[in-house]
Structure formats: structure tokens, C-alpha cells
């Protein structure tokens, strides 16, 4: 089925690139190299520069921390939405925000699709996309309350439960009025889980593939790729195209990423061995 990202399609073998820009003072990974809104533009044109189709633009870091206000996050978020969609036409932009208000505010601006992060903590979220004709991505989260670690959570089946929830949520964006074409689904490595849910996630990708709805995969850099190979952020560049390797191998279709070039090298190359693309040169033994 072809995917509709707000009013760009791409087709069902497409393999995407959505790259992570932070409107944010206090982000995990570039500890605020985009907070000024000028570097967070010069990095939006980079992205784009490296074959990036998505960028997905967020106003609030992920971990616990300061108190950000639903005003706040439309200041951080409203206005450079706009400049990137004035600029980029043809660029689908992305914006990470669990709140309604926020996602229509940014709908408004030109944003294509809500990437909510913590599985539908504000119900509206999917009527503001409808409203708009966005997408939406509906992530796993086990139910924890936004901007919270998580604790001793324990499931009897954690991929059985990502399907079983991204799906339902999935089935309400759907109800809202929300395309069947612009719903993607995410198991949101890291969030709600342990580094053993994480891994088994990942190893049983596969199978909320075998959903039919296109799987989003965050993985770059996250806090179970860290501890498994003992390595702080900034030296996970490696576990974390691992982890993709086997994620493309199982067919996810979206990669949220800090890093482009080097994901889309790992994506392409597993899609070639997988024979779902052609080498881009093979004359090797033939002439």
C-alpha cells in the first residue's frame, strides 16, 4: 500500500531516511547543538543535503526535566515548522509531540505528520491530524506517563503487547478519520521497556511487520543499544547500525536517525542482499 506522508506518497518499497532535528536546550545526544534556531535550520539543510525525506523536528526532550508548557513547545516548534516547509517544499516534515494542541498548531504551520512518542497519552492527538490530513505514528510505550523512565515493567510478551497496542491505536487514528495510508506503527525502542524488551523487539521485528502497517524503528543511539555494549552516547554509532541491519532485514520502513548517510548505507545494502534492490554498479566478473 502506499504510504501518504501528509501530501507526499512514496511506495511500498520505499526505505526511509526521517532524521532527528531538536528544538531543545537539553537533548541526550547533541546536548543543544540545534537549540538556536539558525543551527537547527543549518542542520535541516544538511539532512536534506544527505538524502534525508523526513526530518522530524521536537520541542521537548524525551527524559525527565524541566517542565516544558504546551505555550512553550508551540514558541519552540510553530515558527520553524514553517520556515523549514517555506524553504523545503518537497521535504516531509515530521514533528514529535504527544499534545493535540501542539500537533494542530504545527499541522496548521505545514507540518505532515505527528510522531507521538508516548502512544497516545492525549487522545485528540489523532483528531488534530485528521483535521489536517496528517499522519500519524503510534508508538509502544506500555503506558507510561510522557517524560518518565521507566521502572520494573514487565510483560508477559512485550512484542505481542507492541503489536496488540500500536494497532489498537492505529485502529483509533483510523476511526478519527485519519488515512488507513497514514498510520505507521512503532515498537519505541527504549520507551516503556528494558534493554531485553529493546533486543527482543528488535530480534521480532518481523513480526509487527507482518501487521501490514509500515514499521517506524528509532534506534539511533538509544540507552539499550549503550548497555549492551557498555559504550556512553557519542561511541554507539556501530551497535546502533547493527541494530538496524537486522530491523531492514525484517522490512521496517522508516528510520528516525542522527546519523543518514551511514543508515541509509547499512539499509540499502541489507535491501540489495535481501534482493528487494539492485546493486547500483555490478560489472565485477562481467566485462
Known amino acids: 500500500m502506499t504510504l501518504k506522508l501528509g501530501r507526499h506518497e512514496f511506495a511500498d518499497d520505499a526505505r526511509l531516511m526521517m532524521a532527528i532535528v531538536n528544538r531543545t536546550p537539553d537533548s541526550f545526544y547533541d546536548q543543544g547543538a540545534t537549540w538556536a534556531e539558525d543551527k537547527a535550520f543549518e542542520r535541516v539543510a544538511l539532512v536534506v543535503s544527505q538524502g534525508a525525506e523526513i526530518v522530524d523536528i521536537g520541542g521537548i526532550k524525551a527524559a525527565p526535566g524541566v517542565e516544558i508548557s504546551e505555550a512553550e513547545e508551540r514558541d519552540r516548534v510553530v515558527d520553524f515548522v514553517a520556515r523549514v516547509r517555506e524553504t523545503f517544499p518537497s521535504l516531509v516534515i515530521s514533528v514529535d509531540t ?7 498548531a504545527v499541522c496548521a504551520a505545514g507540518a505532515d505528520v505527528l510522531n507521538d512518542a508516548w502512544g497516545g497519552a492525549d487522545p485528540e492527538l489523532v483528531d488534530a491530524a485528521a483535521s489536517y490530513d496528517a499522519a500519524v505514528i503510534c508508538t509502544h510505550t506500555g503506558g507510561v506517563t510522557p517524560r518518565t523512565r521507566p521502572y520494573r515493567i514487565e510483560y508477559d510478551d512485550v512484542v505481542a ?5 500500536t494497532v489498537a491505536y492505529a485502529s483509533r487514528a483510523v476511526a478519527a478519520g485519519v488515512s488507513p495510508q497514514s498510520v505507521v506503527i512503532d515498537p519505541a525502542h527504549d520507551f516503556g521497556k528494558n534493554t531485553f524488551h529493546s533486543l527482543e523487539l528488535t530480534r521480532r521485528l518481523g513480526e509487527m511487520v507482518d501487521t501490514g502497517y509500515p514499521v517506524l524503528v528509532s534506534l539511533s543511539n538509544k540507552d539499550f543499544v549503550g548497555e549492551t555494549l557498555d559504550l556512553p552516547v557519542g561511541s554507539r554509532l556501530v551497535g546502533t547500525l547493527a541494530a538496524t ?12 536517525v542522527h546519523e543518514v548517510v551511514e543508515t541509509r548505507q547499512v539499509v540499502d545494502m541489507i ?6 534492490r539492485p546493486p547500483k554498479r555490478a560489472i565485477r566478473g562481467l566485462q
Open 98 to 104: 504527544w499534545r493535540a494542541s501542539v500537533g494542530a
Open 271 to 276: 535491501d540489495t542482499i535481501a534482493g528487494r
Open 161 to 165: 503487547a507492541a503489536i496488540a497496542d
Open 245 to 256: 541491519a537486522v530491523c531492514a532485514l525484517a522490512g521496517a520502513r522508516i528510520y528516525r
